[in-house]
């Protein structure tokens, strides 16, 4: 069967990993995380007091930043890990939400990870999740998804995820931490979150991650249908 790039690009907390998971797990494809990436990013510059807005502390972080993906046979997924540590838990906490999208805004930061993420990708046969895998890391994919949901839904779902790993961070807190990821993802100069003018539009608001799944499948078995030679 032929094999594909499938972008998944939304806001945060609208079940987009989730998703890609499901969708590379059911066509055996390679499932990579991009904001899994920045969030590592966001780790090292935090422990190692980065100074975002200095160009050399940035390009010498990035110069000792190695993140790489390893399969966790218990989660049934893969883990992330910065420079040999497993990171998986601890870049999903709340402190590093409050700083991703800032970290992630920077212009060098975000151009070595693209470069990181297209490497990945040049074999094919992969889902990857972000903000702007459509627009900016691969605009030739051959399928791309746009991914939103409502504000509060989106508050509610990151606060069961929190709640989930042992964080009690009140919905109005988490609310306002969305609100400002979304409008400096948004209107960042480097790669900002927009939705492709090919990709397929889809709100989760009140999808099931099942049923967000087999809407990215069906794109995927639609387009494999129109291209079979």
């Known amino acids: 069967m032929q094999r594909i790039i499938i972008a998944l690009d939304g806001y945060s ?5 989730t998703t890609a998971k499901k969708v590379a797990a059911k066509l055996g494809y390679a499932f990579i995380d991009t904001g899994a990436m920045y969030r590592a990013v966001s780790l090292y510059c935090h422990e190692h007091h980065v100074t975002l807005t200095n160009p050399k502390e940035v390009d010498k972080a990035l110069d000792n930043i190695h993140i790489t993906f390893h399969f966790n046979e218990h989660r049934g997924a893969s883990d992330v890990y910065l420079n040999g540590l497993n990171v998986e838990d601890e870049i999903r906490k709340m402190y590093i939400s409050q700083m991703v999208s800032e ?44 991914m939103t949901a ?19 961070i009140g919905i109005d807190e988490i609310l306002e931490n969305l609100k400002k990821r979304d409008y400096i993802d948004s209107h960042r100069e480097e790669g900002p979150l927009t939705q492709a003018i090919d990709a397929t539009y889809m709100d989760t608001s009140y999808m099931t991650l099942d049923e967000q799944a087999e809407f990215v499948l069906m794109l995927h078995d639609s387009f494999v249908s129109r291209n079979v030679k």
Do not use: H, W, Y
């Not at 907390?13 to 990993?17: D, I, L, R, Y």
């Not at 900016?136 to 994919?141: D, M, S, T, Y």
């Open 103 to 146: 970290v992630s805004a920077v212009t060098t930061i975000r151009r070595a990870m693209v470069a990181q993420q297209q490497k990945m990708g040049k074999g094919k046969g992969i889902v990857m999740d972000g903000r702007d895998i459509g627009t900016k890391v691969f605009p030739n994919a051959e399928i791309k998804v746009f």
């Open 150 to 168: 409502d504000p509060v839904i989106r508050a509610g779902r990151r606060q069961i995820e929190l709640l989930e790993k042992g964080e009690m």
């Open 13 to 17: 907390s609208c079940g987009k990993s």
